[in-house]
């Protein structure tokens, strides 16, 4: 690609993996399949590995090693190659008749070295050397079994998965996530009594565990090569405690201080953390298409930010539950089909009604280029007429390889159009509107109250109601949206109303979701009784009290909450919408919350948020309700700026 961006930097690195990949066994781990997926699709890997069959592993202990007949083998892995992913290399390995192994790892070799302890005046002077990776070759070859075989160790920064020319994923980070208050009390247990910490916002690097350290340098090691793939020198803001350290350790990361030298352009980085504001993540507010997409149809395993599209519809099968995994499903990711990718960035930036239209036509147009029997109809688009459109590719094998990825975007449509929690969705977004006027005029005990009379046990619910898992999605829209409150004489005990039905209710469900095992720690509702439910419950609530708490150290940045007058409804402002506004507005004087990082003295030497002024942005178009529905990991926006 011509100018440097999310997709010419994915595409590049991936470029460096195939080269490697002929006739090759290639492992990946979840991450970077993610990347590869989103970048340039499995097809693409397909095609530079060749021969007559391909096979591709998911990278993990019980994977299955090569056999005789395949000497070679390609590991491409998100993460460090340290403890538990060298030993699963080796088990591979060893249980495998390999004679060439290649090793790409997304962490360069600088990290490496932090997490083997090096300190940093040796690690400087190893400039060009790659004592890591060269003692790693060495260690597979031994476990090849002979040491003339050929290893290589080498790394490629796979940080992204780019959903869009100006969006991008990072699905290695997306358990990465923002402290809350309460995990002060866990840090501080580590530490001596006159070097505890008061709050969030005396947490620095030193405080935290080395675990969570690696993670960000990993992170950090990932934007600098970004940077550097862009040719900019980057001016680090943060809004949040993590933020905060993150943006720090990008700002002063030794190995960039070099590239920032000789870079011809400029780029302003502003991390945010996402716990200021999770109403977004969790409300019903968007008008988009995605957005929904995103939040109805099943995921895609092993990824973050993709969905299963059912595409038995296409084939010759009847269309039972039962035959749901009978067909590989489709997804919304489209990256070797342009018309398909073309669509779904129109999706991306395009109201609902308007992208439902944008459906359409991209299905006649397809469906005139390939002369099928199309009639023709106007006014209101419903799931039944591009359901009619959809199915003319049906027995036309040619027009269904030309048009794959457009049809499959096609029936995530209908298949969300027609969903049941599509249905429900006008249900959320009423009683979030009314939690909204609520919280304006009644204290948090009264809105809690309103909330008390829709928790129902299954055998009570209809399709109407709130299942267990929505009704949290609820709870965290309220605590988030709230911020923070005066606990008045009644909370308590309206909390502990609240704590005490869901505790019943999820000890009377049939099943337990994924979600409700991860909050109560049991994997059967048998095991589940009312003392560990009424437990969970508690915690649970913690939690709720420190996500209502996240922006208590905002001075500016304090609310999403608009109230309502005589002559608007109360709303809700997103805190990413208040922060661009903030860093665009040409008349406001620095603001305290976005917090300039510095590199250096002369860094020091400058006004933070004047810094702004010097670079040329050009924002992205997407909605913010949308952005507010990606996976709560990190998400990168780039402009092109010079």
Same mark, same amino acid.
């Given at each position: 690609m011509s100018d440097?961006?999310?997709?010419?930097?994915?595409?590049q690195g991936w470029e460096q993996v195939l080269a490697k990949v002929k006739r090759a066994l290639v492992y990946l781990d979840a991450a970077c399949a993610e990347s590869l997926h989103w970048g340039c699709g499995s097809t693409r890997?397909?095609?530079?590995?060749?021969?007559?069959?391909?096979?591709?592993?998911?990278?993990?202990?019980?994977?299955?090693?090569?056999?005789?007949?395949?000497?070679?083998?390609?590991?491409? *892995?998100?993460?460090?190659?340290?403890?538990?992913?060298?030993?699963?290399?080796?088990?591979?390995?060893?249980?495998?008749?390999?004679?060439?192994?290649?090793?790409?790892?997304?962490?360069?070799?600088?990290?490496?070295?932090?997490?083997?302890?090096?300190?940093?005046?040796?690690?400087?002077?190893?400039?060009?050397?790659?004592?890591?990776?060269?003692? *790693?070759e060495e260690k597979l070859c031994e476990w090849m079994g002979n040491m003339n075989y050929t290893a290589e160790v080498l790394h490629v920064p796979l940080l992204l998965a780019p959903a869009a020319p100006h969006l991008a994923l990072t699905p290695a980070f997306a358990s990465l996530f923002p402290l809350l208050p309460r995990d002060v009390h866990l840090l501080n247990s580590a530490r001596p009594d006159k070097r505890r910490l008061g709050s969030l916002g005396e947490v620095d690097a030193t405080a935290l565990p080395p675990e969570l350290l690696l993670q960000i340098r990993c992170l950090v090691s990932g934007l600098s090569s970004l940077c550097e793939h862009l040719g900019v020198r980057e001016e680090c803001f943060a809004v949040g405690s993590l933020s905060r350290i993150i943006a720090a350790d990008l700002a002063?990361?030794?190995?960039?201080?070099?590239?920032?030298?000789?870079?011809?352009?400029?780029?302003?980085?502003?991390?945010?953390?996402?716990?200021?504001?999770?109403?977004?993540?969790?409300?019903?507010?968007?008008?988009?298409?995605?957005?929904?997409?995103?939040?109805?149809?099943?995921?895609?395993?092993?990824?973050?930010?993709?969905?299963?599209?059912n595409m038995v519809e296409l084939t010759a099968l009847h269309t039972e539950e039962e035959n749901w995994n009978a067909v590989a499903p489709g997804c919304l990711a489209q990256s070797s089909d342009m018309a398909g990718k073309a669509l779904w960035e129109a999706l991306l930036n395009t109201k609902h009604k308007e992208a439902v239209m944008e459906v359409r036509r991209h299905l006649v147009e397809a469906a005139s280029r390939e002369n099928l029997p199309i009639k023709m109809s106007m006014g209101r688009v419903t799931p039944g007429q591009l359901t009619t459109y959809i199915q003319l590719f049906k027995n036309n094998l040619k027009a269904l390889v030309n048009h794959c990825g457009l049809l499959q975007l096609g029936l995530a449509t209908v298949q969300t159009l027609k969903h049941p929690h599509t249905a429900k969705w006008d249900n959320f977004l009423a009683f979030e509107r009314l939690l909204l006027q609520s919280v304006g005029e009644s204290t948090m005990s009264v809105v809690l109250s309103q909330l008390l009379p829709m928790i129902k046990p299954s055998h009570q619910r209809t399709k109407d109601d709130y299942c267990p898992e929505e009704l949290l999605i609820l709870l965290i829209y309220i605590y988030s949206v709230s911020g923070e409150f005066t606990a008045d004489k009644n909370l308590g005990e309206a909390e502990e109303n609240v704590k005490k039905t869901l505790a019943q209710v999820f000890c009377e469900e049939s099943e337990l979701s994924p979600l409700l095992q991860k909050i109560t720690g049991c994997d059967s509702s048998i095991n589940l009784t009312f003392h560990k439910s009424k437990i969970a419950m508690d915690?649970?609530?913690?939690?709720?009290?420190?996500?209502?708490?996240?922006?208590?150290?905002?001075?500016?940045?304090?609310?999403?909450?608009?109230?309502?007058?005589?002559?608007?409804?109360?709303?809700?402002?997103? *805190?990413?919408?208040?922060?661009?506004?903030?860093?665009?507005?040409?008349?406001?004087?620095?603001?305290?919350?976005?917090?300039?990082?510095?590199?250096?003295?002369?860094?020091?030497?400058?006004?933070?948020?004047?810094?702004?002024?010097?670079?040329?942005?050009?924002?992205?178009?997407?909605?913010?309700?949308?952005?507010?529905?990606?996976?709560?990991?990190?998400?990168?926006?780039?402009?092109?700026?010079?």
């Open positions: 440097p961006g999310v997709l010419s930097f994915t595409h890997l397909l095609e530079a590995v060749g021969g007559p069959a391909c096979h591709l592993r998911e990278f993990e202990p019980t994977a299955v090693g090569g056999g005789a007949e395949q000497p070679k083998a390609v590991f491409v *892995l998100s993460c460090l190659l340290k403890g538990r992913t060298v030993e699963t290399l080796r088990d591979i390995i060893c249980r495998s008749h390999f004679q060439y192994c290649v090793v790409v790892t997304a962490v360069n070799h600088a990290v490496h070295l932090t997490a083997n302890h090096v300190p940093a005046a040796a690690a400087a002077e190893l400039e060009g050397q790659q004592p890591v990776f060269e003692q *790693l002063n990361y030794a190995p960039a201080k070099n590239r920032r030298k000789t870079a011809a352009g400029r780029a302003s980085v502003v991390f945010v953390d996402r716990t200021l504001d999770l109403t977004g993540a969790v409300g019903h507010h968007g008008d988009n298409l995605v957005e929904k997409m995103l939040s109805v149809l099943p995921q895609l395993p092993g990824h973050t930010n993709d969905v299963m599209v915690e649970l609530f913690t939690s709720l009290r420190d996500v209502a708490g996240a922006r208590n150290l905002m001075k500016q940045f304090k609310s999403v909450y608009v109230p309502g007058n005589h002559t608007h409804q109360a709303s809700y402002k997103p *805190l990413l919408k208040q922060v661009v506004e903030e860093i665009f507005h040409p008349e406001k004087p620095d603001p305290v919350d976005i917090e300039h990082m510095s590199s250096g003295l002369t860094d020091l030497l400058k006004t933070g948020f004047s810094m702004f002024m010097k670079h040329r942005c050009f924002p992205f178009r997407a909605s913010t309700q949308l952005m507010n529905k990606i996976h709560p990991g990190l998400v990168v926006r780039t402009a092109n700026v010079r």
